[in-house]
């Protein structure tokens, strides 16, 4: 593990992947709401069901969902650099928090 980080109510964890790129493990206390499908889309392609679906964004990275788990791994793809890989990690984890935090 190289580093945690709290993003409002999203827990986002670094581990080293590889020499090129690591791994962002992004976490709720509870379940991603339903809505975070439909938000995510917008991003790229979506395969997949309601319990585990992933998320393709070409050219930037591929993001796993487990909604009930309220758990995301976010692998970024081998031809980006390490600060837009850890932004689009950030990118991911403020929408999370966004859709899981309770409004005003």
């Given amino acids: ?9 999203i827990v986002m964890t670094r ?5 090129r790129r ?13 809505t975070l499908r439909e938000a995510l889309a917008a991003r790229g392609a979506i395969t997949g069901g309601p319990a585990l679906y992933v998320l393709d964004v070409p050219g930037a990275y591929q993001l796993t969902v487990a909604p009930r788990a ?9 031809s980006t650099e390490p600060p837009f890989q850890r932004a689009s990690a950030l990118d991911v ?4 928090d966004a859709l899981t935090s309770p409004g005003p």
């Avoid at 995301?72 to 793809?77: G, I």
């Avoid at 984890?93 to 999370?96: D, K, R, S, T």
């Fill in 22 to 34: 690591d791994q962002y493990e992004l976490r709720a206390a509870g379940p991603f709401p339903p």
């Fill in 1 to 9: 593990m190289l580093e945690t980080v709290a993003i409002g109510a």
């Fill in 93 to 96: 984890a403020a929408l999370l």
């Fill in 70 to 78: 309220g758990r995301a791994l976010l692998m970024p793809r081998l």
């Fill in 15 to 19: 581990r080293y992947g590889c020499i």
